[in-house]
């Protein structure tokens, strides 16, 4: 195990501003940059630049357009295309023990179902590809599961839904 000194280090070498510019993060930021595109392409998303400038903070510009003024399904996009990138960046350390991603799903109107579809097509061919698992909740969206996937359905009645507590 990692103590709690050598985990703290770690934070601190992160944080320090000196180490910002360092060539590792450098590259990790170029990584998330591509995959950002691929992943924004994966997602459908037509209406963003891919002129994407990634900061030191890891604040995101869009051709120039900073992420908060960003509105609507686009955000929502963005939002996936980046967790995915993140994640797909963090399987490529083959000792990392949690291979997990877990998130809910956007309302059905904020996205086509088509892209969503394909976006959780590709997560799921990355995990399996890295060893990792996916795990998704949604009241709306329904995936077609094959025999890889299990899908907890909830057993409580209720007004509106079926719940998971009752």
């Not at 934070?11 to 924004?40: A, C, H, M, Y």
């Not at 967790?83 to 309302?107: C, K, Q, V, W």
Request: with cysteine; charged share 25%.
């Amino acid at each position: 195990t990692v103590s709690r000194d050598e985990i703290q280090d770690k934070i601190n070498q992160i944080s320090t501003p000196s180490n910002r510019g360092d060539l590792g993060f450098l590259e990790v930021r170029v990584k998330l940059k591509n995959l950002t595109v691929k992943w924004l392409d994966i997602l459908g998303t037509e209406n963003v630049s891919r002129n994407i400038q990634i900061e030191p903070d890891l604040k995101m510009f869009f051709g120039g357009e900073a992420f908060d003024a960003i509105k609507g399904s686009t955000r929502v996009r963005i939002v996936l295309a980046v967790h995915a990138a993140m994640f797909e960046i963090y399987l490529e350390g083959n000792s990392r023990e949690m291979r997990f991603l877990i998130f809910d799903t956007p309302r059905q109107h904020e996205m086509h179902t088509n892209d969503l579809d394909r976006y959780l097509v590709a997560l799921k061919t990355m995990a399996a590809e890295n060893n990792a698992q996916i795990i998704f909740s949604s009241t709306e969206y329904r995936y077609g599961c094959d025999s890889n996937d299990v899908e907890w359905i909830p057993k409580f009645p209720s007004k509106t839904q079926p719940m998971y507590l009752g």
